[in-house]
């Protein structure tokens, strides 16, 4: 079965970190580039992060740019995200997807910045 599945979300206070999962299975995960997206209440989803297929690539919203990094393992199948000094305004459900043939949405993983 093709699918990606988040993790690693919670409620954090705001200067703290967080580092979101996302596993793939069912494709050959080598092969895809990677993208994490966001979603806060009433908002479009956003593009955050994006990773190439072998990692060497990485490009990031003006809104995450020196806070967040984006990594690979492709030996393991899953991307990540390293969310750092996480502010009130990165409150969403975070979303990965592949670039090339995006597969449904999943459930995402709820991120919480609240003191």
């Known amino acids: 079965q093709v699918r990606l599945v988040e993790s690693g979300g919670g409620l954090v206070q705001p200067g703290g970190s967080l580092r979101l999962s996302c596993a793939a299975s069912?494709?050959?995960?080598?092969?895809?580039?990677m993208r994490w997206y966001r979603q806060a209440p009433g908002k479009e989803r956003d593009l955050v992060a994006h990773i190439s297929s072998g990692g060497g690539v990485t490009n990031y919203a003006e809104f995450v740019k020196g806070r967040f990094t984006i990594s690979r393992d492709n030996a393991k199948n899953t991307v990540y995200l390293q969310m750092n000094s996480l502010k009130s305004e990165d409150t969403a459900v975070y979303y990965c997807n592949r670039v090339v043939s995006p597969l449904p949405w999943g459930q995402g993983t709820q991120v919480t910045v609240s003191s």
């Open positions: 069912g494709f050959t995960f080598s092969n895809y580039a």
